[in-house]
């Protein structure tokens, strides 16, 4: 059978029918005077948010367009592996959270977007994928730091649409990433001991960097909640806890942030993070990987893979191991 494969680049039929939904929601709310004074105030869309929330919809548009560029070079793990196995301590410190993370109210979803910016935003999930232009479908590997991998199609979008869509002012350097704080519904969040909420960072640059993804989707549905529903981050030369879950706010700013894991402890986990077989972690080799689903051991590649794509943002950046790992 001929399958007509869609370019990468080319909007998918049910992308614009969402995204004409997502306009009528939007007309519909000017009509009723919600949306009117919104732009002009302080936070574009404070009062969209506030009101509007109730009229909030879950992120659409799935399965979306595979964007073909990106290959994998091993199979893809499946799909009962990648989300019954989780890392989501908000939930527990166990990979076995996928039951409790139901807990988690994903629709409405407010995000925000704030600090170095032209204009600060507070937004709905879906309103701001409509405003980033739609999502792509892309095959990319993950490494956690554990030395646990997977290889799984996430659907999103170029994190570099937020940037665009965002405009931070020029001394902006950084983006400070943070995910929700209830610990009435994620048990995991009264254990006082660990820096709630999650907070996880990347360069401007790296946002910039093609592979650098807001995942909205996995195995062409919307993200199960034990994933990050409804967006998280993916970076895939990095370690997997560069990849925040379940993200509420994206602070621009001219301070380098500090990560969840890095307050824990920064011997052990550092801000870059780029994953590299010649780095050990202090406590076990970084050489090996296990994929999810297999008792076997392959090979760890320098930047996941992706040296190709990534090493030009860190070849001015000094001493090997800071560069690579710190
Ligand atoms: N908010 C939040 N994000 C998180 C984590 C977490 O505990 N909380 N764990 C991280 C780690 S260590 C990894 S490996 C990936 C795992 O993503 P997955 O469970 O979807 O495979 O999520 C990352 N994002
Ligand atoms: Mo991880």
Known sequence: ????????????????????????RREFLKSMGILGGAVSAGIAGTSLSSLGAAFAAPITGFPAPRNEAYQLDRPITLEDEATTYTNFYEFGSSKNIWRAAQRLETDPWMVTIDGMVDTEMRLDAAELVAKMGGQEERLYRHRCVEAWAMAVPWTGIQMSKLVELAQPTSGAKYIR???????DIALGQRQSWYPWPYVEGVSIEEAMNELAFIGTGLYGKGLEKQNGAPLRCVLPWKYGFKGIKSIVKFTFTDERPVSFWEQLNPKEYGFWANVNPEIDHPRWSQATERMLGSNDRVPTLLYNGYEEQVSYLYKDMGDLKDRLFR
């Open 1 to 24: 059978m001929l399958i007509k494969q869609k370019k990468s680049w080319e909007i998918s039929e049910n992308e614009v029918t969402d995204y004409a939904v997502w306009a009528n």
């Open 177 to 183: 990433m943070e995910t929700f704080h209830d610990p």
